[in-house]
């Protein structure tokens, strides 16, 4: 019998190979990862069984008087808020190997940096809350940054549903167990590398981290599960600033105002030494923040400059 009439073509089969495990619309195939990190994603094929979990402590004493510097000038006001996101977006810039997820028990490098974060339409007990995303360049100052976090805040903030919800309310108006197929198959279609862009371009489960400022409803930070969902593969709750006892370089205790963050993180995706310088740049641009400054800023500089 003629194999021809049963195969492809060499040429044919390399570029059905590619597109089947080979790079995705949202990132590129990592192929030169170890052995054994290669081989984790089939020992832990969930990200619940690959979980690890980080606490960070940072002292926001410079970062508030950096603010009241920048807000007393004629610039678009910044909070912490905006201070936490852009810091965020400049460690993606300079640890670009942070950016990852698995798919298809592949590991991924992410084509941009995108972040969701969870945006409370409104305040009081019966309070709804939402969760919306929005793409970031690392090369931008403070203010693009700032003006980025602020349009997603009040997208999510608004009476009208999201891109995301939208999406949701038309699924949901279909019979549970079609949802339940529906997502399966998306799952499916997301190992095998075929899911439509369409389908993650606004779901907020598709991006590099999610970051939940538990201290805006009163929390202290806790670690947030991760979603089987989606590719997000870090996750970032924020809690409150406190006045806590620390011990200063000569050895003395005094009050300081910290900020406490608790991570949950995909450990398949990042080496544990990586994941901590990672997040040692975010420590630091949150903690000097004039860092985060670019010419077009303008900004106040750090202190007593």
Request: aromatic residues 8%; charged residues 25%.
């Given at each position: 019998m003629n194999s021809r009439y049963f195969a492809l073509p060499a040429s044919r089969r390399c570029e059905g190979f590619e597109m089947l495990f080979g790079d995705r619309a949202d990132g590129k195939l990592v192929r030169?990862?170890?052995?054994?990190?290669r081989f984790m994603p089939y020992i832990m094929p969930r990200r619940g069984d690959a979980a690890l979990y980080m606490i960070q402590k940072i002292d926001v004493s410079e970062t508030q008087a950096y603010l009241e510097r920048w807000?007393?000038?004629?610039?678009?006001?910044?909070?912490?808020?905006h201070i936490i996101l852009a810091a965020y977006v400049r460690m993606y810039g300079d640890h670009p190997d942070f950016n990852g997820f698995i798919a298809g028990g592949r590991l991924y490098r992410r084509n941009d940096v995108t972040i969701s974060m969870a945006v409370l339409k409104s305040r009081g007990d019966d309070a709804r809350a939402t969760t919306v995303k929005q793409t970031y360049e690392p090369s931008e100052g403070l203010t693009k940054t700032g003006r980025r976090v602020t349009e997603i805040i009040a997208a999510g903030r608004a009476d009208a549903m999201t891109a995301a919800e939208?999406?949701?309310?038309?699924l949901l108006r279909l019979p549970g167990w079609l949802i339940s197929i529906v997502l399966k198959l998306q799952k499916i279609g997301d190992w095998l590398n075929v899911t439509p862009v369409m389908f993650a371009r606004n779901d907020p489960l598709y991006a590099s981290m999610l970051v939940a400022?538990?201290?805006s409803v009163g929390?202290?930070?806790?670690?947030?599960?991760?979603?089987?969902?989606?590719t997000i593969s870090i996750i970032s709750a924020i809690g409150p600033v406190r006045d806590e006892v620390v011990v200063n370089d000569k050895r003395e205790t005094e009050v300081r105002p910290i900020l406490t963050v608790r991570y949950s993180g995909d450990e398949r995706v990042f080496e544990g030494h990586y994941a901590a310088s990672s997040v040692a740049s975010f420590k630091k641009y949150v903690e000097s923040p004039w860092l985060l400054e670019t010419p077009d800023d303008s900004g106040p500089g750090a202190p007593n400059t």
């Open positions: 030169d990862v170890s052995t054994t990190r807000n007393d000038g004629a610039r678009p006001k910044l909070s912490l808020v939208r999406e949701m309310d038309l400022f538990h201290g929390l202290d930070a806790a670690y947030h599960h991760l979603f089987e969902h989606g």
